[in-house]
T-cell receptor
Framework: SAVISQKPSRDICQRGTSLTIQCQVD?????MFWYRQQPGQSLTLIATANQGSEATYESGFVIDKFPISRPNLTFSTLTVSNMSPEDSSIYLC????????????FGPGTRLTVT | AQKVTQAQTEISVVEKEDVTLDCVYE???????LFWYKQPPSGELVFLIR??????QNEISGRYSWNFQKSTSSFNFTITASQVVDSAVYFC????????????????FGTGTRLQVTL
């Protein structure tokens, strides 16, 4: 299966600042996805990132708050802007692996705490 | 709209017991995919299975088995002879879109079932 890494693995940030999370995959993939998991909750899709085009955001998520870059087929970044304590969550990227019948795999996640 | 319901919030069993995790889904699409993921305390999401809507055959993988029944819109997961290492949160998820056909395979997750296996 695809090997996915994320940086940082965790961070504690001050209110009002921004954090950029990186997601790296060991193979070329078309679609990359960003999910949020708030404490004790399920996962919610933030946006889908396709290489060479603007990310597609889900209802309730906007580009100004969660800008996403997808410069190539193995890398993406998610920025959490102007953070508030409500942004404290685990942020996970995922990919479909064409080598595995397009099964969807997740990175290890970034644990973000906003104080 | 699609929806996934995992009515069991938390289950506790003693090691070696069998346990079944329930998953009920709602979708208006005729083509869809169902998934199970395991999230151990470390937080990483581990892929367990993907099943498409045209394949109702039950699947067994070691101590894990899955029962897909379209008639009841359920995709239940059974762990046989549970072990302490099975302790985790298990998520069921649904995708209405075909993978990589140009549309995003967005996953809708259930709320998860926390499984605690004790000695």
């Amino acid at each position: 299966s695809a090997v996915i890494s994320q940086k940082p693995s965790r961070d504690i940030c001050q209110r009002g600042t921004s954090l950029t999370i990186q997601c790296q995959v060991d193979s070329q993939v078309t679609m990359m996805f960003w999910y949020r998991q708030q404490p004790g909750q399920s996962l919610t899709l933030i946006a889908t990132a396709n290489q060479g085009s603007e990310a597609t955001y889900e209802s309730g998520f906007v580009i100004d708050k969660f800008p996403i870059s997808r410069p190539n087929l193995t890398f993406s970044t998610l920025t959490v802007s102007n953070m508030s304590p409500e942004d404290s969550s685990i942020y996970l990227c995922s990919v479909e692996d064409p080598r595995q019948g397009y099964e969807q795999y997740f990175g290890p996640g970034t644990r973000l705490t906003v104080t | 709209a699609q929806k996934v319901t995992q009515a069991q919030t938390e289950i506790s069993v003693v090691e070696k017991e069998d346990v079944t995790l329930d998953c009920v889904y709602e979708t208006r699409d005729t083509t869809y995919y169902l998934f199970w993921y395991k999230q151990p305390p470390s937080g990483e999401l581990v892929f367990l299975i993907r099943r498409n809507s045209f394949d109702e055959q039950n699947e067994i993988s070691g101590r894990y088995s899955w029962n897909f029944q379209k008639s009841t819109s359920s995709f239940n997961f059974t762990i046989t002879a549970s072990q302490v290492v099975d302790s985790a949160v298990y998520f069921c998820a649904l995708s209405e879109d075909l993978p990589s056909t140009g549309t995003a395979s967005k996953l809708t997750f259930g709320t998860g079932t926390r499984l605690q296996v004790t000695l």
